[in-house]
């Protein structure tokens, strides 16, 4: 595997910068990787699914939001991450194979509310906050669910404790055609990222075969 390759792009709320990775040998398709709503640090989680990823022949961008890039702790809202995701990646380069979009919490909200309009194959979403923790009447399902009315299955990786919904909380406003991996933890799932990491390979190994 080369060393990874850092691209700057410009976007609405100023840099957003890209981390891409290459495998060894051929290339599969791409996956773009958004983060959580605050730290400035990629998870290990996340980084688990980068390198299952790779070994599997896919390019993998890990994205900074403009907010992480500037050094602030916490992000802006959605309308603000929607315009800086879909602005960088457009501007990143292209590659051979479908686009699978995702991330971690937040940045799955991201990649879900805009897969259609990036030309996503799929989404694979990390701890998808469904609710905030104690909040159920305040649910997002249906941005859980918005890749499904364009045809776009969503496999989702959740926590078996997670405060911000559990598997079967998520398993019970899953759209059709999407699929669900509950592996131990919390919302964070660093701990668990070996199993992480073999969910997100599963999901890209269908992917890859069709």
């Given at each position: ?19 891409r ?44 939001q403009?907010?992480?890039?500037a ?43 805009t ?96």
């Amino acid at each position: 595997m080369a060393e990874p390759r850092t691209l700057e792009v410009d976007t609405p709320s100023g840099p957003a910068r890209a981390t891409r990775s290459r495998p060894d040998g051929a290339v599969r398709g791409r996956l773009v990787l958004g983060h959580g709503a605050g730290g400035l640090r990629w998870t290990d989680d996340v980084l688990a699914v980068r390198d299952a990823a790779l070994g599997l022949g896919w390019v993998v961008d890990l994205l900074d939001q403009p907010w992480r890039v500037a050094g602030r702790r916490v992000g802006p809202g959605p309308a603000a991450l929607d315009a800086a995701w879909l602005a960088a990646l457009e501007a990143l380069p292209r590659e051979v194979g479908p686009l699978v979009v995702g991330g971690r919490s937040a940045g799955a909200r991201v990649a879900c509310r805009t897969a259609r309009a990036v030309g996503a194959a799929a989404v694979l979403a990390l701890s998808f906050p469904l609710h905030p923790p104690g909040r159920p009447d305040r649910s997002r399902a249906d941005e859980l669910a918005r890749p499904a009315t364009d045809g776009l299955p969503v496999h989702v990786v959740q926590g078996r404790t997670d405060p911000f919904g559990t598997p079967g909380e998520v398993r019970a406003v899953l759209p059709p055609g999407a699929t669900l991996v509950a592996v131990d933890g919390p919302h964070s799932l660093e701990r668990a990222a070996a199993d992480v990491a073999v969910a997100a390979a599963g999901a890209l190994a269908t992917l890859a075969a069709e």
